[in-house]
């Protein structure tokens, strides 16, 4: 299952993908986390210092170089050896189990060196193909704020879109265009997280939201522990965050079966 995780700026997206990436290797799954923001955070999220973060690959004029060139070929970019030597290892909650968290950081175009753009992408997208398509493992990407960053690059071979928003009208629509978008790119398994919201509200005023919800209230110890951390995992609300990260999981794996 690759999911990916969308909305604007703010809402818990690297929150959300931090969580069900805990979640799943606490499970005994392998998980490839793919920060593919400018902010570097899901490693923070999870709990990694920000010295132990490697360089976003896009940065990385190199490896584009190396592998790219000046974009021409890049069908045929090798990158098949690139996740394990570009990865490292997020610590799993009270974790000896057999599951494992890779982070690897993609960066943004945006991002990219001043060598050219379209190659660093072109490198990126090799990346995400070969994750997306020829691996089996479990793959969480935190993408960008935003809609306008939704292409099929970032989403093709995702089966799974949690579109995360606030409980805002201006929030919902955003998050209703994100859902529009990733409908037309063909990724209709989605879910709408309404993070940071007391209880789950009766209806909603936007149109073209996803019809699958889950909520998530606002969590008191991560309120006290950002003072201090960036992480959001172990949390005095552990268990309650794992049961709506399950049941999120769980509409998102009956999504992909039909
Ligand atoms: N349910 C929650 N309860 C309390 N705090 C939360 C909750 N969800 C997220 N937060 C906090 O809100 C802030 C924003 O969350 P996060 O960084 O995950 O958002 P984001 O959508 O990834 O933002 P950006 O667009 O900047 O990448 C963080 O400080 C996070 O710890
Ligand atoms: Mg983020």
Not at 218 to 247: F, K, N, T, W, Y
Request: proline content about 4%; hydrophobic content about 45%; aromatic content about 4%.
């Amino acid at each position: 299952m690759k999911i990916a995780f969308a909305g604007k700026g703010g809402v818990g997206k690297t929150t959300l993908a931090a969580w069900v990436s805990d979640y799943l290797a606490r499970q005994g799954a392998h998980v490839w986390m793919l920060d593919a923001d400018t902010a570097l955070s899901l490693g923070q999220a999870s709990g990694l210092l920000s010295a132990s973060l490697p360089a976003p690959l896009v940065t990385r004029e190199d490896l584009v170089r190396e592998r790219i060139g000046q974009g021409l070929l890049a069908i045929s970019a090798q990158v098949d050896d690139l996740p394990e030597s570009l990865a490292v290892d997020a610590p799993v909650s009270g974790g000896n189990g057999s599951g494992s968290k890779k982070l690897l950081v993609m960066g943004t175009v945006a991002a990219a060196g001043s060598g050219c753009a379209c190659a660093a992408n072109a490198l990126l997208k090799a990346l995400l193909a070969h994750l997306f398509l020829e691996r089996n493992d479990y793959v969480v990407v935190d993408l960008e704020a935003g809609v306008e960053h939704l292409g099929r690059g970032a989403i093709e071979g995702v089966d799974g879109l949690v579109v995360v928003s606030e409980p805002s009208f201006r929030g919902l629509e955003t998050a209703a265009s994100i859902s529009r978008l990733a409908g037309e790119l063909g990724l209709d398994n989605q879910v709408l997280v309404l993070n940071r919201v007391a209880s789950a509200p009766a209806s909603l005023a936007v149109e073209g939201l996803p019809d699958r919800v889950v909520t998530f209230p606002p969590m008191q110890g991560l309120v006290e522990r950002q003072l201090e951390s960036p992480s959001v995992l172990d949390l005095p609300e552990q268990e309650d965050i794992d049961a709506r990260v399950g049941s999120l999981f769980a509409m998102l794996e009956e999504g992909r079966r039909k």
